[in-house]
């Protein structure tokens, strides 16, 4: 079985070895440089320095739910849209969400996951009341931030390098249904973006933003959501699965300016009025790329590269700039604010700004180029770019945004290492 990135890395697969069981783990984990989940890693922090990665999505079974407290208790292979599909009808969901729900439980505490409700909930290490951790040697930890403290902070957000995450306990959030009330409002500058986020913090739940990565007004789509009482969405919860799947890789991405500038004006016109309300299920509001099966074949064969960043809000401007004077871009440019909530986890990646990602075609040095400008920016205003999308920065970048690296080092399982920490290692002393 081979394994490769979400964004296409490497070029030759990865070797793959399933678990099922936990008495698979000590024969099976000695050979295995890296433990990964569902593979949706874009970049190489999910890639074992060795060439052998172990599959936990075997490892999925849930181990305990109360309806009255919320408190899950599940193996960290089971996905969040396993999870979703037991606790959703009865009253109950994760507080924190990110874009799919092909996340295993594992993947979203290594990676430290954030959704489009961060300024209300932080990341989703928040919410994990304890976790079982398995190292190399065969040493089992019980983590909380109560019980091995120091183990609990260098495994949330630790890109999976502390240990083997068995299982975790993680306290839900209680909604009224599975439905949404949303609203869609068009924007045509960064002002009306930063101003319509400030409104929406109180009352909503949910947001993010859409944005033309081609335009210069920087024009765009502001979605909210909040959870309804009255949608037809909330009584009952129906499998999200994808509409249309992409059945092979593409041998040239079809994503190009003029496909990018006939796309963006499209989709920006689609809404004629400047603000549309309505009532959806939070399965497809918040997971849209799930219903395009395997979509990250539409990059082709060279695959592609996201840029994730944080940066204070005056430095979008720029970073967009760049982009637009580039021309590249992606379908799906993002746009939304982090707040304040701090997460246990010293490598997590949200902190107070406002967060860009947009997905690039890889096309060699001319990529490379446009992210070392990037890079600049957001360096020189003091940001960070999001380790769990990143296949280009430097181990200098790093340090400097993530000074707790020495930390994760000191507490990292000797059998454990990725190409992401080897490459972000370099030259550290």
């Known amino acids: 079985m081979s394994f490769r990135s979400w964004g296409g890395l490497p070029v030759e697969a990865q070797q793959c070895i399933a678990l099922e069981w936990r008495d698979q783990l000590p024969a099976r984990l000695p050979n295995a440089g890296l433990v990964t989940g569902c593979g949706r890693s874009y970049g190489d922090v999910g890639l074992a320095a060795n060439g052998v990665v172990a599959s936990c999505l075997g490892l999925n079974r849930m181990l305990g739910f109360d309806r009255e407290t919320g408190l899950l208790h599940c193996e960290a292979g089971a996905t969040l849209g396993d999870i979703l599909t037991l606790v959703l009808p009865q009253g109950w969901v994760l507080p924190v969400l990110p874009g799919t729900q092909h996340v295993s439980v594992a993947g979203a505490i290594a990676n430290d996951v954030h959704g489009k409700n961060h300024h209300r909930r932080g990341t989703f290490g ?59 409002i068009k924007f045509h500058s960064l002002d009306k973006f930063f101003s319509l986020s400030l409104e929406t913090d109180a009352n909503w739940e949910y947001s993010a933003a859409w944005i033309d990565c081609l335009s210069s007004s920087v024009r765009g789509h502001f979605s909210r959501a909040r959870y309804s009482e009255h949608s ?191 490459r972000v290692m370099e030259g550290a002393e």
């Open 126 to 184: 928040r919410h994990v009341k304890s976790l079982l951790l398995l190292r190399s040697d065969g040493t089992e930890l019980r983590c909380s931030e109560q019980e091995n403290v120091d183990w609990f902070n260098v495994t949330v957000a630790g890109l999976g390098l502390s240990g083997v995450i068995l299982e975790a306990t993680i306290q839900l959030m209680p909604v009224s249904g599975a439905g949404l009330s949303t609203e869609n």
């Open 232 to 422: 037809e969405h909330s009584a009952a919860v129906t499998a999200h699965t994808a509409l249309l799947d992409v059945p092979f890789t593409l041998p040239v991405s079809p994503v190009n300016r003029f496909s990018l500038r006939a796309f963006n004006s499209v989709y920006y016109h689609r809404q004629r009025r400047r603000v549309r309300c309505g009532e959806t299920s939070m399965l497809a509001w918040m997971f849209p790329l799930d219903r395009v099966g395997n979509w990250n074949r539409l990059y082709g064969r060279k695959g592609f590269r996201q840029y994730q960043c944080v940066v204070e809000p005056e430095a979008i401007a720029e970073l967009l700039n760049i982009i637009r004077r580039a021309g590249t871009g992606s379908f799906l440019s993002v746009l939304k604010m982090f707040g304040d909530v701090r997460s246990p986890g010293l490598l997590s990646f949200p902190r107070r700004g406002a967060s860009l990602a947009l997905d690039f075609p890889w096309r060699d040095e001319h990529t490379t180029a446009l992210f070392k400008q990037l890079d600049e920016v957001v360096d020189s205003c003091g940001g960070a770019v999001y380790p769990a999308k990143d296949a280009h920065m430097s181990g200098r970048d790093f340090r400097v945004a993530y000074p707790a690296w020495q930390t994760i080092e000191q507490y990292r399982d000797p059998n454990l290492n990725s190409f992401f920490w080897q």
